[in-house]
């Protein structure tokens, strides 16, 4: 019998009842879990796979367990996630024989609970393997069938296909229940794309030129995070559509920049390295925790422009004297819809109430920051979600009560012509981008010039 805890199913099920308990993020969970435990590589995929895709599934997986269990029967909530488990290995994994599955999760129930769950579990999942699962392609209404299908709650489902239409809402989702890419940015302050990419060749890990941004890599296997290159501040783990926000900026070398929501400082560092470590920026952000890490990561990546202050960004204007600076970017908090295939549990929590909550935000932000910007200069506002109430909403509303800013037409030359030709344009100036469209995070873009 294999140890509980190098046993990636269990290590699965516990990470799984901490997300759901503590409302933790499953990025943070798992890396901390595999930091944790001796696991090979094989393992750590598994249980990697197992958590993103059993959150991920969750719906669809409920659908099949309550063809089985009555909706009505309590069950203790490790034993639903046991389940989902299980489930999860028979139809979406090939490779897991049926006997190991059962085997593998009577195992678990029986070092966890009592004679009558393990019982429970192992007729449930004999009868499911026995008679096999219900089609949902039967489930009627129609948006009930599409949220369960594709395993989205029903009101996001609807507002994708409100705004882009059903087969781009669709594959929206379909996107989402996919691992996610992982790219890095280059540091152009130490090394290139080419060599960047023998250096890591070097250490084992498989990479290849990003498709979208010029400074991207992308990595085929291995663990990029895991090595010396990582640590000489030689690259930077950055999704390819955040790597468009700094080249929307524009901050050239020996300008003063504030990035008013900068934690944990992806953006910040990538700023910088645009600017030749010349200049200077002012990093803020609410939490000091997260000042912290935008530090951390200026260190490794050798660059010393970045002055971090723990502040919210809506009491900028009482700290800085107006038109302070060449350029602002306000990457700002917000419901994260485009990124839901890094951080799945993003599309059980959030709510319609949610978006309202953060777009007032983010409009008292932008309000709040506007002055700071020199006549002539530019400010950027971008989001990592696709919902238009936070994104060309908020941007246009600003334009309405803000004549001393226009759109920013040249962003569209600023962008790769990927981006430029297959992005969401409203008139050269904010883009939309879908995470399907170029297999990258969903994000939005503006650029605003201060007239
Ligand atoms: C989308 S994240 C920024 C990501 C960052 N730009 C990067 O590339 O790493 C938004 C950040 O805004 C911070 N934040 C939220 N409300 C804020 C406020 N009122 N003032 C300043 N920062 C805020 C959050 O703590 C979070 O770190």
Redesign the pocket.
């Known amino acids: 019998m294999a140890k509980p805890m190098t046993n990636p199913r269990e290590l699965a099920l516990d990470v799984l009842i901490r997300i759901e308990k503590n409302h933790a993020y499953s990025q943070l969970l798992l890396h901390e879990t595999i930091k944790r435990h001796p696991l090979n590589k094989k393992d750590i995929g598994l249980l990697t796979q197992l958590v993103y895709g059993v959150i991920q599934r969750r719906l669809t997986l409920d659908y099949y367990l309550h063809a089985f269990i009555d909706k009505k029967k309590k069950i203790d909530a490790w034993v639903k996630w046991l389940l989902y488990l299980s489930i999860y290995q028979k139809v979406y994994l090939d490779k897991i024989p049926d006997h190991a599955i059962v085997n593998e999760a009577v195992n678990i129930a029986r070092r966890r609970g009592h004679k009558g769950i393990v019982g429970f579990v192992n007729g449930v999942l004999r009868q499911m393997i026995r008679k096999g699962f219900p089609d949902p392609a039967d489930i009627t209404p129609e948006n009930k069938r599409l949220s369960i299908m594709y395993s989205h709650p029903s009101w996001l489902l609807e507002r994708w296909i409100n705004l882009y239409g059903l087969d781009e809402a669709l594959a929206i989702c379909e996107t989402n229940n996919q691992p996610a890419p992982v790219s890095v940015r280059v540091n152009p302050l130490k090394t290139d794309v080419q060599r960047l990419i023998q250096t890591l060749a070097d250490a084992g890990i498989e990479a290849e030129p990003g498709a979208v941004a010029p400074e991207a890599v992308t990595i085929i296997s291995g663990n990029a995070a895991d090595t010396m290159a990582y640590k000489e501040g030689l690259f930077t783990i950055q999704d390819e559509s ?1 790597m468009l926000v700094a080249h929307a900026l524009d901050a050239k070398p020996g300008m003063t920049v504030l ?10 560092g990538h700023i910088a390295e645009k600017m030749d470590n010349h200049g200077s920026i002012c990093a ?4 000091a925790h ?1 000042t912290k890490l935008i530090d951390q990561q200026a260190n490794r990546l050798d660059i010393d422009i970045i002055h971090t202050r723990a ?4 009491k900028a204007n009482d700290v800085f004297p107006a038109e302070s600076f060449d350029r602002i970017l306000i ?4 419901s994260g819809f485009g990124v839901i295939r890094r951080k799945p549990e993003i599309k059980w929590e959030k709510t319609e109430k949610d978006v309202e909550q953060i777009a007032k ?1 983010q409009a008292d ?1 932008l309000d709040q920051i506007a002055p700071l910007v020199k006549a002539g200069g530019k400010l950027v506002y971008s ?2 979600t696709i919902d238009r109430k936070e994104n060309t909403d908020t941007v246009n509303r600003f334009l309405n009560e803000h004549p001393e800013f226009e759109l920013d037409e040249s962003l569209i030359n600023r962008m790769p012509d990927i981006v430029g030709q297959h992005g969401q344009w409203q008139n050269g100036g904010m883009v939309q981008i879908l995470p399907q469209q170029f297999q990258t995070d969903g994000f939005f873009i503006s650029c605003l010039k201060r007239i």
């Open positions: 955040s990035d008013a929501c900068a934690g944990p400082g992806g953006k910040t803020l952000d609410l939490h997260k502040l919210d960004a809506r990457d700002a908090p917000c935000v932000i989001t990592c």
